[in-house]
């Protein structure tokens, strides 16, 4: 595989591009709903309502962490995930600008 050559990008081309990444798994997109709708939780809990391996989550909570689209707190021998809601709004307004970027309908399509 070739290089994805990003510096020709623009910081928001670029940005968009791993988020769409991130959310192009099953498994993340799962684990984003059920952070939702509990509001927090605990990696064995994820294992349980997922239904995959225990390093398996483990390795889709971190490649959410470093977009920054969830966070963790350790509390014991446990760490605690929830949504980061300061980036999660970031995230929507860049979502949202490009989904919405040719609404055009008169469009040549």
């Known amino acids: 595989m070739g290089l994805t050559k990003s510096e020709i990008f623009t910081a928001e081309q670029n940005e968009l591009a791993k988020i769409a990444k991130a959310l192009g798994h099953p498994a993340r997109i799962a684990i984003l709903q059920h952070l939702f709708k509990i509001n927090s939780c605990v990696c064995g809990d994820l294992v349980e309502v997922i239904g995959l391996a225990q390093p398996t989550i ?43 970027f040719n609404s055009n309908p008169n469009s040549c399509c």
């Open 58 to 100: 483990s390795q889709h909570l971190k490649e959410l962490k470093n977009l920054n689209l969830i966070k963790g707190n350790i509390e014991g021998t446990s760490v605690c995930y929830c949504i980061n809601q300061e980036h999660w709004e970031k995230v929507k307004t860049l979502l949202n600008n490009f989904l919405d």
